[in-house]
């Protein structure tokens, strides 16, 4: 166990819709990232949060967007879906911000879009 | 952006045989970390390399970072069917702005038969 939850672990949804992932980073981290994984892909990097403030942008689509709250949570919003967006998506921690932080990933939620 | 390439991309072994997966950039790191992904699972942290040169082991797991700081390999002497996995490389890099980012290489996916 990680300590990083993500919620939900499944969704399912429809082309069109818009869908809300959710991640708790461990105690004490204050950097969020956020990855994508399509089947037996690689990591794509998507966005990453310290303390609040968005640090890093990866190959993010204009129709997903993410925060990170005042309690460090983090969501990420996918809107108008495409079937193509089906993946698994992870939310990782660290403490810091540099490239020397180890990340902890969580399980992930895996996005389905039909 | 900057691409982090492993290769193979694939290997399966037959148990007790060796098995090495490399990584290379194009550009001098700062530091690199290895992360193993179980099917079905999360990347986990294994090590982090920082200086050139550097070899660092792990019960049968031996890493290395090149000398140039440009390529890491990380070889598995007599794999074991619990090697099975996606070894990742995750290179760390100074942008022009100061700002330190881990990039994740391609993957290399081990199979390994009994």
């Known amino acids: 166990d990680s300590g990083v939850t993500q919620t939900p672990k499944h969704l399912i949804t429809a082309t069109g819709q818009r869908v809300t992932l959710r991640c708790s980073p461990r105690?004490?981290?204050?950097?969020v990232y956020w990855y994508q994984q399509s089947l037996d892909q690689g990591l794509q990097f998507l966005i990453q949060?310290?303390?609040?403030?968005?640090?890093a942008k990866g190959n993010i689509l204009e129709r997903f967007s993410a925060q990170q709250f005042p309690d460090l949570h983090s969501e990420l919003n996918l809107s108008s879906l495409e079937l193509g967006d089906s993946a698994l998506y992870f939310c990782?921690?660290?403490?810091?911000?540099?490239?020397?932080?180890?990340?902890?990933f969580g399980p992930g939620t895996r996005l389905t879009v039909l | 952006g900057q691409q982090v390439m492993q290769i193979p991309q694939y290997q399966h072994v037959q148990e007790g045989e060796d098995f090495t997966t490399y990584c290379n950039s194009s550009?001098?790191?700062?530091?690199i970390q290895w992360y193993k992904q179980r099917p079905g699972g999360h990347p986990v942290f294994l090590i982090q390399?920082?200086?050139?040169?550097e070899v660092k082991k792990q019960k049968r797991l031996t890493f290395q970072f090149g000398e140039a700081k440009k390529n890491s390999s990380l070889h598995i002497t007599a794999t074991q069917t619990t090697d099975v996995g996606t070894y990742f490389c995750?290179?760390?890099?100074?942008?022009?702005?100061?700002?330190?980012?881990?990039?994740f290489g391609t993957g290399t996916r081990l199979l390994v038969s009994p």
């Open positions: 990782a921690s660290s403490a810091g911000l540099t490239s020397y932080n180890e990340q902890f």
């Open positions: 105690s004490g981290d204050l950097s």
């Open positions: 949060y310290y303390n609040g403030e968005e640090r």
């Open positions: 550009t001098t790191l700062s530091n």
């Open positions: 390399l920082v200086k050139s040169g």
């Open positions: 995750a290179a760390g890099t100074t942008m022009n702005t100061g700002f330190q980012k881990l990039v």
